[in-house]
């Protein structure tokens, strides 16, 4: 679909493919805010269809940028073999964790304590002490 003919509505259109919301894209196109009318506008076919080929093309950008980054990396893996090893597997490691090979892994530790209004026993105070260091 070419671009609108009301340079309004393109505006409009531009701005709900950006992501912003009916009422601030309204008023961004140039309209006196009114959510009614605002409303209105993003229910129009012509507008509905600018909108959705407007966030195609940005998503089909996404994808061209994520290709070409995967095909540089390939690229430096190969190519600095020989004369830099560390930068070689810094880009296998990166095409590793692009498909889901290596998990980051932290350790979760949780510290969990009774509470109780009762002091401890001196044989109790030595075993919870013993068992953290």
């Not at 012509?46 to 089909?60: F, K, P, S, T």
Request: no cysteine; aromatic share 6%; charged share 25%.
């Amino acid at each position: 679909m070419p671009v609108l003919d009301n340079q309004r509505h393109e505006a409009f259109a531009q701005a709900l493919a950006k992501g912003k919301s009916a009422d601030e894209a309204y008023a961004e196109a140039g309209y006196k805010p009114d959510r009614g009318n605002a409303s209105r506008l993003t229910a129009n076919d012509n507008i509905a269809a600018r909108v959705a080929e407007l966030q195609g093309m940005a998503a089909d950008r996404v994808v061209l940028t994520r290709e070409w980054i995967i095909a540089k990396l390939v690229e430096n893996a190969t190519n600095t073999q020989e004369s830099n090893p560390s930068a070689s597997n810094k880009a296998l490691e990166l095409l590793g964790k692009e498909i889901g090979m290596f998990i980051d892994r932290s350790e979760n530790v949780n510290h969990n304590y009774e509470i109780s209004d009762e002091p401890l026993t001196d044989d109790e105070w030595s075993e919870a002490y013993a068992a953290t260091h």
